[in-house]
C-alpha cells in the first residue's frame, strides 16, 4: 500500500531533446503516489516549456511552474517553497473546460517572479475546487535533473529505506552523450558497496580517510520533508557549485543516512563543445548570473569572481554551522571549510567586487592558519612548470638541446605520474591533496597561472588529449 507521498521537484532550462525521457521516467514509475512539480525557469528553446504543458495536461499529479529565469537553486527552491505552503494561490482560470490548462497566479510575496502556474483540469472536480486548490501534503521530496532519468521502480526502491532516517543516498549510471572521458560516481569514490545506515559523523570520517574535501548532494537521493523544513535548508540562489552547499549541511544536520549503492538514476553526461561537457554538479548555470556581475574586462574574470564569490557564500554558511557548537562544528572545520575558504579567498585577487564580499576575506584567514604547507611544491610538479624551468636554463648555445631535454623531461613526467598512479592502486591514502587544502593556496595560484606556465600547460594538456 502506498501510503508515502513523495514530492518531486523537476527544474528544467533548455532540455527540449531531453524532457520527454525524463518526464517518461518519472509518471511511470511503479510508486504511483506522487506530487509532481515542474519548474520551467525562462526556457529559451523552442519546446522545453510546450512539453511540460503537455505532459501537465495529461497527468493531474502534475503541477506546472513557469518563472522567470533565475538558476537551478530558484527552481528547486520553489517546490521546496510550495510544498512546505508559503505561496498563496489565486486561480485565473473561472471555468474548467476538457482538454485544457487550469492556470493560477501566486497572491503576495513572489521573490522569483513565477509568471502563472498550471494544473490539468482532470485535477477538478467542479469550479469550487478552483478556490481551494492548495499545496499538497508530502512526506519525502526528491530531486531530478531534467536531461536525466530515473530506472521505473526509482522511488519503490527508496520508500521503504526511508524508514526511521532522514536521507537515502542512492548511486547513478552514467550515461555517456558524445562524451569519451569516464565519470566516477561520488558513491564510488566513497567506496560504499553495502546497503548501510550510518551517522554524519561517520560519514565525515569516511571523507576524511578517502581525502575527500567536496560532498555535493541535490539529485542523488531522497529527503524526509519534515527533517529539511525543520533545519530550513535551501539551495543559496545565484551560485556556483549549490549543491556542495547543500550536500554537506543535509549531511551534517541529519541524525543518520541510510547508503543504497545500487544504480537507480542514470546521469546524462553530455557535449557543450568539442572540448568539454557538462560536469553538473559544477556547471555554471545560467549565465544571467555573470551578467549581473559583468563589470571585468573579460569573461574569464567574470567567471573567476562568480566562482570565488560562490565559495565565500557557501564559507559563510558553513561558518554560521560552525558556531552554532553543533557536534560536528571541529569536523566540518577542519575538513571541508578550509578548502572552502581558500578558494573564497581568490576575491583577494580582483580588483573589482561587484557583490561587496571582499569584506568577509579576512575572517577566514583563521580557518586555513593551521593547515599544512604544500602547495607551491605541487605546482612544481607540474610538467608545465618543469618545462618552463628547462627554458629558463637555456642561454646562448644550449638552447640547440632544447628539443631533446623538452622530450625528456616529458618522458620522466610519464614515468612520475605512472608510478603515482600506481602507488594509489597500491593504497589510496597515497592520493595527493587538492592544492586548495594548502595554507599556501593562493601563492601557488599566483605561480601557477604566471604566463609562461599557464601556456605551456595548455600545450600539455593538447598533447595528452592528443595521446590519449
Excluded at 550536500?247 to 572540448?275: D, H, T
Excluded at 599556501?440 to 604566463?451: P, S, V
Aim: charged content about 25%; overall charge positive.
Amino acid at each position: 500500500m502506498q501510503t508515502k507521498t513523495i514530492g518531486v521537484v523537476i527544474p528544467i532550462y533548455n532540455v527540449e531533446k531531453y524532457l520527454k525521457e525524463c518526464l517518461d521516467s518519472v509518471i511511470n514509475q511503479t510508486y504511483t503516489n506522487l506530487e509532481i512539480i515542474l519548474v520551467n525557469d525562462g526556457s529559451t528553446d523552442e519546446n522545453s516549456f510546450n512539453i511540460a504543458k503537455e505532459y501537465t495536461l495529461k497527468d493531474k499529479r502534475i503541477t506546472l511552474f513557469d518563472k522567470k529565469n533565475g538558476g537551478q537553486s530558484t527552481a528547486r527552491n520553489v517546490g521546496i517553497e510550495f510544498f512546505s505552503g508559503e505561496y498563496k494561490l489565486k486561480n485565473k482560470t473561472q471555468t474548467i473546460k476538457e482538454n485544457s490548462l487550469i492556470e493560477f497566479n501566486i497572491e503576495g510575496n513572489n521573490p522569483y517572479e513565477i509568471y502563472t502556474i498550471y494544473k490539468s483540469y482532470k485535477a477538478f472536480n467542479n469550479e469550487q475546487d478552483l478556490t481551494s486548490f492548495t499545496y499538497p501534503i508530502i512526506d519525502y521530496i526528491i530531486f531530478l535533473d531534467s536531461d536525466d532519468y530515473w530506472e521505473l521502480n526509482c522511488i519503490e526502491e527508496c520508500v521503504p529505506r526511508m524508514d526511521g532516517v532522514d536521507v537515502v543516498w542512492f548511486d547513478y549510471r552514467p550515461l555517456y552523450d558524445k562524451v569519451k572521458r569516464k565519470h566516477i560516481s561520488q558513491m564510488t569514490y566513497f567506496d560504499y558497496k553495502n546497503e548501510i545506515i550510518i551517522t554524519p559523523k561517520e560519514w565525515l570520517e569516511k571523507a576524511r580517510e578517502k581525502k575527500l574535501f567536496y560532498f555535493w548532494f541535490a539529485w542523488q537521493g531522497m529527503i524526509n520533508f519534515n527533517f529539511l523544513k525543520n533545519i530550513k535548508l535551501k539551495f543559496i540562489n545565484g551560485i556556483f557549485a549549490e549543491d556542495c552547499h547543500f550536500g554537506v549541511l543535509l549531511f551534517a544536520l541529519s541524525k543518520n543516512i541510510y547508503i543504497f549503492p545500487k544504480q537507480i538514476y542514470v546521469y546524462r553526461l553530455r557535449e557543450l563543445s568539442s572540448m568539454n561537457f557538462t560536469n553538473k554538479k559544477w556547471v555554471i548555470y545560467p549565465n544571467s548570473h555573470l551578467k549581473k556581475i559583468d563589470v571585468f574586462e573579460n569573461s574569464n574574470m567574470t567567471r573567476l569572481y562568480y566562482e570565488s564569490a560562490s565559495w565565500m557564500q557557501i564559507a559563510l554558511d558553513f561558518i554560521k554551522l560552525i558556531n552554532s557548537n553543533h557536534y560536528l562544528s571541529e569536523d566540518i572545520k577542519t575538513h571541508f571549510l578550509p578548502v572552502v575558504c581558500n578558494k573564497a579567498l581568490t576575491l583577494k585577487k580582483l580588483d573589482k567586487d561587484p557583490l561587496c564580499l571582499k569584506k568577509y576575506t579576512k575572517n577566514l584567514k583563521i580557518y586555513i592558519q593551521n593547515q599544512p604547507l604544500g602547495a607551491v611544491d605541487r605546482v612544481k610538479e607540474y610538467l608545465s612548470y618543469k618545462l618552463a624551468k628547462e627554458l629558463s636554463r637555456k642561454k646562448g648555445i644550449l638552447k640547440l638541446t632544447l628539443p631533446f631535454s623538452v622530450i625528456r623531461v616529458f618522458l620522466q613526467h610519464q614515468k612520475d605520474n605512472m608510478e603515482y598512479k600506481k602507488s594509489i592502486k597500491r593504497d589510496v591514502l597515497n592520493k595527493r591533496l587538492p592544492l586548495e587544502f594548502y595554507r599556501d593556496y593562493q601563492q601557488a595560484l599566483t605561480l601557477k597561472n604566471q604566463k609562461l606556465i599557464q601556456s605551456l600547460h595548455d600545450i600539455g594538456l593538447k598533447i595528452m588529449s592528443l595521446k590519449g
